[in-house]
């Protein structure tokens, strides 16, 4: 059925659906209500309830209605009388539509939010839809006719949908009303039947307690009571955790069809104790339980799919920097290190250099700042095999590249990338992929939305690290700091200066604050002259670069910056952070930036500038104070401000799957096992082409 026959609309309305990706008659039925009204009793005036929801239903018939202009606006009063006598009236400011619909002599349904005023009962601008005339007082009124009595089978009079019901509110779309959805809706209500048809097999229905599909889409839009519509959204939700889990899965399976060389062969522990015995350090415990993870991982035949995470400093890096130099050592495979942004690639580039080239291994870097021929060259050294190990920004995927024998890829941070390239992956054997991630994800986040991936966790920190002492501050003690500041300058120490941005898109408001706040430093530091940067998104790389460096090398020593200095950024002098309206952050990545300080034994500190005193921001703000752990931060994100705070800084989709769903670990544990189950008895999901369909469409080639 097409959808502006079916809706009965005008172009400009079908555009805006349009706009909206609502394009069919079945996405147009998968718009739901953003919440619901109990209209259930329709009541007589004097039996109204007035409070601040206050929406109830009467039935009244119009007895006059009389237009009169006042300072230049059209005002309707509209008299009517309910079933038992009680005076009423309607109010309505220039909208010629509304009370174009409302007629002397008929009765309407009305439903709003009740007044008292001048003694009389007053809706304004309500609901209304026609009605007849109840059975039980026609025969009290006088005058009325015979063709009254006699129910007209042809009669134009619209069911009343309005009222006597559950009553759905639609997020409001363009200038549609959320009244006319739900009018439309109602009208298709009969034809869902026809629209859906269940796609999962009934065996499986049967077997976990789902609502069918037709019923659930019935109860989505005019459920019967509040328990069905419960029914319902569990059953939307589950849908929705459940194609993303089996999606997961059939990407875990595809990607591990290619099977490895490296079966059968024996762990050799001595290419691993000959790296660590390079270190300048002692691995920590977690540290080794990964590596062990790892390397048993790839000795299995097929490729590794695992996600490493904890928090920034924990020693990720070097942990994908010795599995990278195993591979090496024992399979002469090539490795691929991913970074996000230039400034940590070339930090990945000069710690594996630092680390493999005394061992040997060719390390190199490819960026796409670097000029044409310089990449050509990178790009043969690999072909030929020359490059053992290589470090490139996100961006360089579009290259033509080509690798003798890719084994080992580390992605670090953007979870997105590794979602558009697996193909590209693939089509280089599919080598051990290992997904780094510095925003702790809570376990059943991670159920959700990394269901392919096997998760380890470095929960322990170096040794020797100092908790990061963490302070709420006013913008007076801010400048107070100015001494305590230069103090610590003194004791070659660094200090951060960051001021606030929302999307990671940068934006120029953005930069602007940053470059205020460089002024404003500039000139409330005059001791420190020079030596005072400033580092933002809308800069050259190259330039970041020169800013990053000349931080590390002591050129600067203050650096005001937005969020670029967010992921990885391993600056061990740096010691002090101020975060300027640190209210404009979410916990998760007030962590994440109180990250790059703390990386050395030192005592750190940060301080979390706010002009706020609001109970709600004093409070999350004062978590940050009270904890260091980021898993518990993430947690405190979760049940505050919704998935897309944590997902927002992994740049994930889905985020609104409702919370108290998405935080429940028992629920997603039973979904991922019911895909599998399905996955089981289905492998290649024949008998559920709607399901198929469905993956096909919003998540591309998995199943090709
Ligand atoms: P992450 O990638 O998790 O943010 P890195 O691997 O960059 O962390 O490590 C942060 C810093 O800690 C680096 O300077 C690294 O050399 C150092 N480091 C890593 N592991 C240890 C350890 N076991 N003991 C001491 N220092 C360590
Ligand atoms: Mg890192």
Same mark, same amino acid.
């Given at each position: 059925?097409?959808?502006?026959?079916?809706?009965?609309?005008?172009?400009?309305?079908?555009?805006?659906?349009?706009d909206?990706?609502?394009?069919?008659?079945k996405?147009?039925?998968?718009?739901?209500?953003r919440?619901?009204?109990?209209?259930?009793?329709?009541?007589?005036?004097?039996?109204?309830?007035?409070?601040?929801?206050?929406?109830?239903?009467?039935?009244?018939?119009?007895?006059?209605?009389?237009?009169?202009?006042?300072?230049?606006?059209?005002?309707?009063?509209?008299?009517?009388?309910? $079933?038992?006598?009680?005076?009423?009236? &309607?109010? !309505?400011?220039?909208?010629?539509?509304?009370?174009?619909?409302?007629?002397?002599?008929?009765?309407?349904i009305?439903?709003?939010?009740? &007044?008292?005023?001048?003694?009389?009962?007053?809706?304004?601008?309500?609901?209304?839809?026609e009605?007849?005339?109840?059975?039980? !007082?026609?025969?009290?009124?006088?005058?009325?006719?015979?063709?009254?009595?006699?129910?007209?089978?042809?009669?134009?009079?619209?069911?009343?949908?309005?009222?006597?019901?559950?009553?759905?509110?639609?997020?409001?779309?363009?200038?549609?009303?959320?009244?006319?959805?739900?009018?439309?809706?109602?009208?298709?209500?009969?034809?869902?039947?026809? &629209?859906?048809?269940?796609?999962?097999?009934?065996?499986?229905?049967?077997?976990?307690?789902?609502?069918?599909?037709?019923?659930?889409?019935?109860?989505?839009?005019?459920?019967?009571?509040?328990? =069905?519509?419960?029914?319902?959204?569990?059953? !939307?939700?589950?849908?929705?955790?459940?194609r993303?889990?089996?999606?997961?899965?059939?990407?875990?399976? /595809?990607?591990?069809?290619?099977?490895?060389?490296?079966?059968?062969?024996?762990?050799?522990?001595?290419?691993?104790?000959?790296?660590?015995?390079?270190?300048?350090?002692?691995?920590?415990?977690? =540290?080794?339980?990964?590596?062990?993870?790892?390397?048993?991982?790839? @000795?299995?035949?097929?490729?590794?799919?695992r996600?490493? =995470?904890?928090?920034?400093? /924990?020693?990720?890096?070097?942990?994908?920097?010795?599995?990278a130099?195993?591979?090496?050592? #024992?399979?002469?495979g090539?490795?691929?290190?991913?970074?996000p942004?230039?400034?940590?690639?070339?930090?990945?580039?000069?710690?594996?250099?630092?680390?493999?080239?005394?061992?040997?291994?060719?390390?190199?870097l490819?960026?796409?700042?670097?000029?044409?021929?310089?990449?050509?060259?990178?790009?043969?050294?690999?072909a030929?095999?020359?490059?053992?190990?290589?470090?490139?920004?996100?961006?360089?995927?579009?290259?033509?590249?080509?690798?003798?024998?890719?084994?080992?890829?580390?992605?670090?941070?953007?979870? #997105?990338?590794?979602?558009?390239?697996?193909?590209?992956?693939?089509?280089?054997?599919?080598?051990?992929?290992?997904?780094?991630?510095?925003?702790?994800?809570?376990?059943?986040?991670?159920?959700?939305?990394?269901? %392919?991936f096997?998760? /380890?966790?470095?929960d322990?920190?170096?040794?020797?690290?100092?908790?990061?002492?963490?302070? !709420? &501050?006013?913008?007076?003690?801010?400048?107070?700091?100015? $001494?305590?500041?230069?103090? @610590?300058?003194?004791?070659?120490? #660094?200090?951060?200066?960051?001021?606030?941005?929302?999307?990671?898109?940068? *934006?120029?408001?953005?930069?602007?604050?940053?470059?205020? %706040?460089?002024?404003?430093?500039?000139?409330?530091? $005059?001791?420190?002259k020079?030596?005072?940067?400033?580092?933002?998104?809308?800069?050259?790389?190259?330039?970041?670069?020169?800013?990053?460096?000349?931080?590390?090398?002591? *050129?600067?020593?203050?650096?005001?910056?937005t969020?670029?200095?967010?992921?990885?950024?391993?600056?061990?002098?740096?010691?002090?952070m101020?975060?300027?309206?640190?209210?404009?952050?979410?916990?998760?990545?007030?962590?994440?930036?109180?990250?790059?300080?703390?990386?050395?034994?030192?005592?750190?500190?940060?301080?979390?500038?706010?002009k /706020?005193?609001?109970?709600?921001?004093?409070?999350?703000?004062?978590?940050?104070?009270?904890?260091?752990?980021?898993?518990?931060?993430?947690?405190?994100?979760?049940?505050?401000?919704?998935?897309?705070?944590?997902?927002?800084?992994?740049?994930?989709?889905?985020?609104?799957i409702?919370?108290?769903?998405?935080?429940?670990? #028992?629920?997603?544990?039973?979904?991922?096992?019911?895909?599998?189950?399905?996955?089981?008895?289905?492998?290649?999901?024949?008998?559920?082409?709607?399901?198929?369909?469905?993956?096909?469409?919003?998540?591309?080639?998995?199943?090709?």
């Amino acid at each position: 059925m097409e959808l502006k026959a079916a809706l009965k609309t005008t172009p400009k309305y079908i555009k805006i659906l349009a706009d909206a990706w609502i394009t069919s008659v079945k996405d147009f039925l998968q718009y739901f209500p953003r919440t619901y009204e109990d209209r259930s009793t329709i009541r007589n005036l004097n039996e109204l309830i007035f409070n601040e929801k206050g929406i109830t239903a009467t039935k009244g018939k119009i007895v006059s209605k009389k237009i009169f202009m006042r300072w230049g606006r059209r005002i309707y009063d509209i008299n009517f009388v309910d $079933p038992i006598g009680n005076k009423g009236q &309607i109010t !309505i400011f220039n909208s010629w539509f509304l009370a174009s619909k409302i007629n002397e002599d008929k009765r309407y349904i009305i439903v709003g939010k009740p &007044i008292i005023k001048y003694g009389k009962v007053m809706f304004s601008h309500p609901d209304v839809v026609e009605t007849e005339a109840p059975e039980d !007082i026609r025969d009290e009124e006088q005058g009325t006719s015979e063709q009254d009595h006699v129910p007209n089978p042809n009669s134009h009079v619209p069911e009343v949908y309005n009222s006597g019901r559950i009553f759905p509110i639609y997020p409001e779309l363009m200038g549609i009303k959320p009244g006319r959805f739900a009018q439309k809706m109602r009208n298709l209500m009969d034809k869902i039947d026809t &629209i859906f048809s269940e796609y999962l097999p009934s065996e499986f229905i049967d077997k976990f307690w789902l609502m069918w599909v037709q019923e659930t889409i019935k109860a989505m839009h005019y459920p019967d009571s509040f328990d =069905q519509q419960k029914q319902a959204n569990l059953r !939307i939700f589950f849908d929705r955790l459940l194609r993303i889990q089996v999606y997961s899965l059939l990407n875990r399976s /595809s990607y591990q069809e290619n099977k490895t060389n490296m079966d059968g062969e024996i762990i050799q522990r001595d290419i691993i104790k000959e790296i660590i015995s390079w270190l300048p350090f002692t691995l920590t415990n977690a =540290q080794k339980k990964v590596l062990k993870h790892i390397t048993e991982n790839i @000795h299995e035949s097929k490729p590794m799919l695992r996600l490493l =995470q904890w928090d920034v400093g /924990s020693g990720k890096t070097v942990v994908a920097a010795v599995s990278a130099y195993y591979t090496y050592k #024992k399979f002469w495979g090539q490795s691929v290190f991913l970074a996000p942004l230039e400034v940590l690639a070339n930090q990945h580039y000069k710690t594996l250099a630092k680390l493999l080239l005394p061992l040997w291994l060719r390390v190199a870097l490819l960026t796409w700042s670097m000029s044409t021929s310089e990449k050509n060259k990178v790009k043969l050294d690999l072909a030929e095999w020359r490059i053992h190990t290589i470090v490139w920004t996100h961006a360089v995927i579009q290259e033509d590249i080509q690798f003798k024998q890719l084994q080992f890829v580390v992605i670090d941070e953007q979870h #997105k990338f590794w979602v558009r390239q697996r193909a590209f992956f693939k089509r280089f054997w599919a080598p051990h992929i290992l997904q780094m991630s510095a925003t702790p994800i809570p376990r059943s986040m991670a159920l959700a939305f990394f269901g %392919e991936f096997d998760v /380890s966790i470095i929960d322990e920190m170096p040794i020797g690290r100092k908790t990061i002492e963490t302070k !709420i &501050i006013s913008e007076k003690e801010y400048i107070k700091l100015k $001494p305590w500041i230069l103090d @610590h300058i003194a004791k070659w120490q #660094k200090v951060f200066v960051v001021t606030p941005l929302i999307e990671e898109s940068e *934006k120029l408001e953005d930069v602007h604050s940053a470059m205020n %706040e460089f002024e404003n430093i500039k000139s409330l530091y $005059p001791e420190l002259k020079g030596k005072i940067g400033l580092l933002h998104g809308k800069m050259k790389p190259k330039d970041k670069e020169v800013i990053m460096q000349d931080f590390k090398t002591w *050129k600067i020593c203050l650096l005001v910056s937005t969020t670029v200095i967010e992921v990885g950024v391993d600056i061990p002098e740096a010691t002090i952070m101020v975060i300027k309206n640190a209210e404009r952050f979410g916990l998760s990545q007030l962590h994440q930036l109180r990250g790059r300080i703390g990386r050395s034994d030192i005592q750190s500190y940060c301080f979390l500038e706010t002009k /706020s005193k609001a109970g709600d921001i004093w409070k999350r703000l004062k978590a940050m104070e009270d904890t260091n752990d980021g898993f518990t931060l993430a947690e405190l994100d979760l049940q505050n401000r919704g998935a897309g705070e944590i997902l927002g800084t992994m740049q994930s989709w889905e985020s609104d799957i409702p919370l108290e769903i998405l935080s429940d670990l #028992k629920f997603l544990e039973k979904i991922q096992e019911w895909a599998k189950w399905l996955l089981e008895k289905y492998p290649k999901l024949q008998w559920l082409p709607g399901l198929k369909k469905y993956l096909e469409e919003k998540m591309g080639d998995v199943l090709a």
